[in-house]
């Protein structure tokens, strides 16, 4: 069913008439939920640029959901990224004036895993972005045209989903 | 295009509206959490809470049925909490760190039984280790057994070698440091060699001897006045060169004298190791104390070092940034590190709480009771003050006459300061097992007094235990066998010390500890073990004294050649440095006293008449 809903989200994007730059800025941004700690307050920020923004929300809410499993796989590995800037003596002083600003501490930044895991999706961001914006370009121009015409395209197309998403889809005004 | 999709504003308002509730309807449960977590860390041993209520707006968090486990006793609350109101800073809430400005407690009770085992599988890393680490100085505690079985034999001492004595060890240690420092002196001796200095000196002094600035003219006299200058300026600096090696070596010899003592402690210990080797303990009153009451005197000084290195733990010293665990979660915990900063709020700070609480019940800890305690932190260089904490007894239903208590736990600078008195009397102590005795003694209404004082990396300290009533239950089977036994045998010891101990009422134990604060050594005396003590010496003291006499003996025919030479090699070298150190001293000095001389001669025009002083000239 999770897989069914997955596939559905990825069709509807992919063929929705957002730009393949929207699409990708949408995506890249779905990734920050997915990579980093979900209860904190950098994913509001995030949330509401989503939001805000004139980027694909369903590529939001995909990558979201694409990034969740890496996320949770890659905690071993943000932990020591976020640990090795949280102690380096460099910035310590950066670290303590961060920590003593009403409101900053409440992003949990002085967490190991939450700290490593938004600064690889900030450096993940461009390259995640270009990625999606060349794997969509590829797919309407190989794919989409054979897909059509699949019954599975159709049933998609003529979901309830798919007219939720069309509600966020970047050119609704 | 445009940029920005405005009609997304009430879609995300309504999102953040449903977040807000969300919050709203977990926060409770959060901090329940959270104070779960946190306190059991800190404890180390499980901490609960049945309810929490935040109140953000009125700044309030009320936590009810709070239960602490002891975890020196799983079954048991250390101390269980009916409500406590918190009144919170909201400002420093925004930094995420919780300042309690006051604090009510209600329904407050200690000692209570749990249904559960409130024992941690795996204690938090910090506790595990503390508890880790009382356990390995539980264990390194040296408590010596009435272990009396040698004396029956003849002296076997086959295991005493040059091996396994440590004077031989710290003889050649002493011996290296001393030719370490004679070659360092030798080097320094040369580099500063102030024979050339001296010579010079003395060559000047017998050219100018006898002249004066009437014979020399103005010229000469100016170039004899600059020579005596120039070399009196070069004695000068030798002979400072030659009071800071003095110095030096004054400083060296103390450090050389501090091994001569060691050297000493280690044929003591030597001789001990003897006396243990043949199974002879000392039967001195110390030692005896020792071996009555020292398993006693760890497991009582347990709960108050516990407590101690958890505080020193959770409120360090300094503003150094410190990665803790972080609570745990669905992912990944990871570390916290907090950056603690001056002049700002500690993550958390307590101002202060004042109490006064009436038990009820039937129990021992029945009474009222008056306590406050100010300044608790976990940032006490940040907060710039002491914890200070106090509690007494005001009224008494049941249990303790008197109960007092009070103490500072100061880290608010970078060397720690603590200190605690705490008086308990007419209480019921845990019983304790004398296994010399083959006993156990019972404190049904006992004094307690513990005194401790802790400054930096030292520690000093007494805990005194008293009764006018106890009670001795002897454990072992009192088999009429004991009166036939061996001397020296274990029954034959045990007959022995219970004849002498079961018709004692008054019992005073003071345990005396000092040292590193999570490995204090302890030095035990007592009323018992000096009776002890004497019995052990009119039965057997002669015999003990001879076979003492034969292990020092023994001890000393291996090392002391070693040691001998080790103290004659310091002496020589004392000695010799001192003589040649002194002998180049006088030598300067001579030296100097005649250039002096000189210069008060050249600044006579004829004998008794004196030119103006010329200015010093000194290099």
């Known amino acids: ?173 | 295009m445009k940029l920005f999709r405005w009609k997304a504003i009430v879609p995300l308002v309504l999102v953040l509206a449903l977040l807000v509730l969300g919050w709203t309807l977990y926060a409770d449960r959060l901090v329940r959490k959270l104070v779960e977590f946190v306190g059991t860390e800190v404890v180390g041993a499980t901490v609960e809470l049945a309810s929490a209520r935040l109140e953000l707006f009125q700044a309030k968090v009320t936590l009810r049925g709070l239960q602490v486990t002891n975890p020196d006793a799983p079954m048991s609350n250390l101390v269980q909490m009916g409500e406590i109101v918190a009144q919170l800073d909201l400002l420093a809430l925004l930094e995420k760190k919780v300042v309690v400005d006051t604090v009510a407690l209600r329904g407050v009770r200690f000692g209570t039984a749990r249904r559960t085992s409130g024992a941690l599988r795996e204690p938090s890393a910090a506790t595990g280790l503390v508890t880790n680490r009382l356990l390995d100085w539980a264990h390194s505690v040296p408590v010596p057994s009435l272990d009396l079985s040698g004396l029956g034999r003849v002296a076997d001492f086959a295991g005493v070698s040059a091996d396994s004595l440590t004077s031989i060890r710290e003889a050649r240690a002493l011996v290296a440091r001393a030719d370490t420092m004679r070659g360092a002196f030798e080097r320094d001796l040369r580099a500063s060699d102030p024979r050339p200095t001296l010579d010079s000196a003395r060559l000047l002094a017998a050219r100018l001897r006898g002249a004066n600035a009437g014979q020399l003219g103005v010229q000469g006299t100016g170039e004899a006045l600059a020579s005596v200058q120039r070399v009196l300026g070069q004695v000068r600096a030798s002979r400072d060169r030659v009071t800071a090696l003095q110095q030096q070596a004054a400083t060296d010899f103390t450090q050389l004298q501090d091994g001569a003592a060691a050297l000493e402690r280690a044929r003591q210990a030597d001789y001990d190791y003897a006396l243990r080797l043949i199974r002879v303990p000392s039967l001195t009153t110390p030692d005896v104390s020792m071996a009555l009451f020292g398993e006693m005197a760890v497991a009582r000084l347990k709960p108050v070092l516990y407590w101690l290195s958890v505080a020193e733990h959770y409120a360090p010293a300094g503003v150094k940034p410190r990665p803790d665990p972080a609570p745990p979660r669905t992912r990944m915990a990871g570390l916290n590190v907090r950056f603690p900063k001056e002049h700002t709020w500690p993550s958390f700070l307590l101002r202060h709480a004042d109490a006064s609480v009436t038990l009820g019940g039937e129990n021992a800890a029945a009474g009222s009771y008056r306590a406050w305690v100010s300044g608790v932190t976990t940032e006490p260089a940040v907060y710039g003050a002491p914890l200070r904490f106090a509690m007494e007894r005001t009224a008494a239903a049941m249990g303790p006459r008197q109960l007092r208590v009070a103490g500072l736990l100061d880290r608010s600078r970078s060397e720690p300061h603590d200190s605690v008195d705490a008086l308990v009397s007419g209480v019921s102590f845990p019983s304790a097992d004398i296994k010399a005795a083959g006993a156990r003694l019972e404190f049904p209404d006992g004094t307690v007094r513990l005194a401790l004082d802790r400054r930096g990396e030292g520690m000093a300290g007494t805990l005194s235990l008293s009764s006018a009533a106890v009670r001795w239950v002897r454990t072992s089977p009192d088999s009429a066998t004991a009166a036939a036994a061996p001397l020296g045998s274990k029954p034959w010891v045990e007959a022995l010390v219970w004849r002498t101990v079961a018709s004692v009422r008054d019992v005073e134990v003071e345990v005396r500890f000092s040292g590193r604060p999570d490995a204090p050594q302890l030095e035990v005396s007592s009323n018992v073990g000096s009776a002890v003590s004497g019995a052990l010496q009119r039965e057997v003291g002669a015999e003990v004294a001879k076979v003492q006499a034969e292990a020092r003996g023994r001890v000393d025919s291996i090392v002391g050649r070693q040691v001998a030479a080790a103290r004659a090699r310091l002496t020589a070298l004392q000695s010799d440095l001192q003589t040649r150190l002194g002998a180049q001293q006088q030598q300067l000095q001579d030296a100097q006293a005649e250039m002096e001389q000189r210069l008060r001669d050249l600044g006579q025009v004829v004998p008794g008449v004196r030119l103006p002083s010329l200015p010093r000239i000194r290099p």
């Open chain 1, 1 to 173: 069913m999770l897989f069914l809903k997955l596939l559905q989200s990825l069709v509807s994007t992919l063929n929705s008439e957002g730009t393949p730059r929207q699409i990708a800025a949408g995506f890249a941004l779905g990734a920050a939920l997915g990579l980093t700690p979900l209860v904190n307050v950098h994913n509001l920020v995030v949330l509401a640029l989503a939001c805000l923004l004139n980027v694909s929300f369903g590529a939001f809410l995909l990558g979201w959901t694409v990034f969740v499993p890496l996320g949770f796989a890659l905690d071993p590995l943000f932990h020591p990224i976020g640990l090795a800037l949280l102690q380096a003596p460099s910035l310590t002083g950066f670290w303590t004036t961060l920590a003593n600003t009403p409101g900053v501490p409440l992003t949990n930044f002085n967490n190991s895993v939450v700290l490593g895991s938004f600064v690889s999706w900030l450096v993940l961001w461009l390259p995640i972005f270009f990625v999606a914006r060349w794997l969509v370009v590829r797919y309407r121009v190989h794919i989409f045209e054979r897909l059509k015409k699949t019954r599975v395209f159709k049933a998609v197309a003529a979901s309830k989903l798919y007219n939720y998403f069309t509600m966020l889809r970047p050119d609704w005004r």
